[in-house]
């Protein structure tokens, strides 16, 4: 009875492999959606407003509106329902080669984010923003200079004799696209090295 049970049942039993594979997948679905949604798991800032990571302290100097610019310095029209936001972060480290890479994100009052590249403003003369600070020589950058890589520029807060030998302080600007009537409050900052969690900055200028 057994032996005919098994034959009796053979193809049943191989279409349920697949089918309890789909549904161990399925129950995976809300984490997977939660990780493309980057409804990661939200760390705040030190008591100073920074945050530090792969040898490198963050901190976020300005969170404004933005007037952005084509790349041959005219004004940017952006489309009918678009606002824009410049975030500028303010890098300190001691050794730039160690500085990790971080993805820039926007966040509003009712906690909706927003990454850069938006494409109602790809084609604006915004840079691209990172936690990776150049050392190369470059023009200082203020929090109204133009947009591109973090650049050398000396420190408002620091100088000699209180700055570590071989320090160095830079800046990134990063842009976003928002519906308008948002109200931007903070910035978000996610590592590769902490793929687990995001970093969550408030204006400290």
């Known amino acids: ?3 005919g049970w098994w034959r009796r049942n053979a193809w049943g039993l191989v279409a349920l492999g697949p089918a309890l594979a789909a549904m161990a997948f399925a129950a995976l679905l809300p984490n997977l959606d939660q990780w493309r949604r980057r409804e990661l798991p ?10 530090s990571m792969a040898g490198a302290r963050v901190t976020l100097v300005e969170l404004t509106e933005a007037q952005l610019t084509t790349y ?5 029209e952006l489309p009918h329902g678009v606002m824009a936001w410049r975030a500028v972060l303010r890098l300190e480290s001691a050794d ?6 971080c993805e820039i994100a926007l966040e509003d009052a009712a906690g909706r984010v927003f990454e850069t590249g938006a494409d109602e403003i790809d084609r604006a003369d915004i840079g691209f923003a990172t936690c990776k600070a150049d050392p190369s020589p470059a023009p200082a950058l203020t929090p109204s200079a133009a947009p591109g890589t973090a650049a050398a520029v000396p420190s408002p807060t620091t100088g000699p004799g209180t700055t570590p030998a071989g320090s160095g302080v830079y800046q990134t600007v990063a842009y976003f696209a928002t519906p308008v009537g948002t109200e931007a409050v903070a910035v978000r900052l996610h590592f590769p090295s902490d793929p687990y969690h995001d970093y969550r900055l408030t204006p400290q200028g």
Request: charged share 25%.
């Open 42 to 51: 939200v760390l705040s800032a030190a008591a100073d407003g920074s945050v």
């Open 1 to 3: 009875m057994k032996r």
């Open 96 to 101: 730039p080669t160690r500085n990790d890479y």
């Open 72 to 76: 041959g310095g005219k004004p940017f």
